[in-house]
């Protein structure tokens, strides 16, 4: 548990966060607790829904995907492919699905989000594609402006990230970034978000705990 001055400050920051992203045609929201960001995440998805998701660990921290696996929802569950033929497939399913969860890698506090991406399918599906984009996103990935979150994503979510992959890059060894060029890079693509032309399409959940990485 956080201090609770600790946390009505998160809450504070978070509502300044929420202003920012109103202004870039992007809805926030804050939570408490995992719960509570779970509760809103359902209501904001209707029933009969296609959910496709990107690689996040934001959204099974807080329970999403779990809560989604029945049969009043249509999940589209990227890692049963079994070739690279069938993740192709997936992924073209993904890319028109109704909802498209994710987290971020690192998000300034005047509301613009920033994704780094090795294969791209997920910062495709964010920027184009999926109907609406629901992010999960713990407050532990705030930064003070565009400059610090774009150098949060390269050298704190991305190091940390290539550590579940059976792979071999500078950053892996090192823990930081290294601007490298190598085969397993996951850095191939960084996205922007810094407005969207349709006020209804991208959701922002904010959590008071440490989310991902």
Known sequence: MKDANVT??????????????????????????KEEALKIALELIPEGSSVG????????????????SNDKYHLIRREEAKTPAEQHDKYKEIFDADFFLSSVNAMSEDGI?????????????????????????????????????VSRARNIAAPANIQRFDVKTPCKELGTCMNCKSKDCICCNVLITRFQRDPERVHVILVNDDLGF
């Open 8 to 33: 009505k400050a998160l809450h504070l920051k978070a509502e300044g966060v929420i202003k920012a992203l109103a202004s870039r045609n992007m809805h926030g929201y804050y939570a408490e607790t």
């Open 53 to 68: 998701y990107g690689g996040t660990v934001s959204v099974d921290e807080i329970g999403l995907k779990q809560a989604l």
């Open 113 to 149: 989000l920033v994704n780094i991406d090795g294969n791209s399918n997920r910062v495709s599906a964010i920027s184009f594609g999926p109907k609406k984009v629901l992010f999960i996103v713990g407050m532990n990935k705030l930064a003070k402006d565009l400059d610090a979150a």
